[in-house]
């Protein structure tokens, strides 16, 4: 038999934690262990921050980042090249991308990818937003920049036929040999896309 050795409270902060991707029960055990021993260090300003989140940071309306303003800092940027759409299936995509510091133009979050396994159609995305910047702003390329996976993939494709009337050029990242990587340790797929995608030298 089960017995209860922590508060409602401490039960209760450690499912929460326990529902973030990454963090099963026991990681949420320790976590809830650590900020409670670090209270005034940790959970109080981290209490404070999630507050802050909570009033101040929303869904971009024009791409879906997120931010403290509408539209975000990413949209609002009069430096960028607003004739290109990079399209992300999620936010952190769109971060990864903005670490890399090789991309200036405006992008497109789809908050997922369409998988017929999870029920998820077009109308579940931000998919007719998307058709509807193509169709209303002077874009001339959208990037695609989805993950190489069976969902990726075909939402890419369902992208592609979408904008098939639309004046406009449709590109995707290449895919292949990542800078540094070793053949031996890469997997067959990757070793595929690289072969395919193989330019002169």
């Not at 992300?88 to 369409?114: I, N, S």
């Not at 449709?170 to 990587?181: D, E, I, N, Q, T």
């Amino acid at each position: 038999m089960n017995q209860r050795v922590t508060g409602v409270e401490i039960e209760r902060l450690i499912q929460l934690l326990a529902k973030l991707p990454g963090l099963g029960p026991r990681s949420a055990r320790r976590a809830a262990l650590h900020l409670i021993k670090k209270k005034e260090q940790l959970l109080a300003p981290l209490q404070a921050a999630i507050g802050d989140t909570l009033e101040k940071v929303g869904i971009c309306s024009t791409c879906g980042n997120i931010d403290s303003v509408d539209p975000c800092t990413v949209c609002s940027d009069s430096r960028r090249d607003r004739t290109i759409i990079c399209v992300v299936e999620e936010v952190g995509d769109l971060w990864a991308l903005e670490r890399a510091a090789a991309y200036k133009g405006q992008y497109h979050v789809l908050g997922g990818t369409l998988s017929a396994i999870d029920g998820i159609g077009p109308e579940d995305l931000n998919l007719p937003k998307l058709i509807a910047r193509v169709g209303e702003e002077n874009i001339a390329e959208v990037l695609l920049a989805m993950n190489a996976t069976v969902d990726g993939q075909t939402t890419a494709h369902y992208i592609t036929d979408q904008l098939d009337s639309h004046n406009v050029k449709v590109s995707r990242l290449a895919h292949g040999v990542p800078v540094g990587g070793e053949l031996d340790y890469l997997d067959e797929g990757t070793l595929a896309a690289a072969i395919k995608a193989r330019r002169p030298f």
